[in-house]
């Protein structure tokens, strides 16, 4: 069920890649920063109603990691997405 899910998943990304290179033809038409945003924005209030769906209805349970390294993985991941997202507002990415 799980490799299912992950193969519709990037069927499904990989129309979104194909229908936005369509529509947009050129990156310069549109601030790639701000659709990005938006992208986001949207993920996180269309999918966390989702989630609290599932939890309530047993399909799903939410619950924190309960083992110290699940925990230090975590941290590391968030630290590791700061230190990205650090880097790329600190470069200039129109000129590359």
């Not at 990037?10 to 129309?15: C, E, I, K, T």
């Not at 979104?16 to 790639?32: A, G, Q």
Request: net charge positive.
């Amino acid at each position: 069920m799980g490799d299912s899910l992950a193969l519709l998943s990037a069927v499904f990304y990989s129309l979104y890649v194909i229908l936005l290179k369509v529509r947009i033809r050129s990156e310069s038409r549109i601030d790639m920063q701000l659709f990005f945003g938006f992208v986001g924005l949207f993920n996180v209030l269309s999918c966390w109603p989702i989630g609290v769906v599932l939890h309530l209805t047993g399909v799903e349970t939410f619950e924190l990691p309960s083992t110290g390294k699940a925990i230090t993985a975590i941290v590391i991941n968030v630290i590791s997405l700061l230190a990205y997202y650090s880097f790329l507002m600190s470069t200039d990415y129109r000129r590359c």
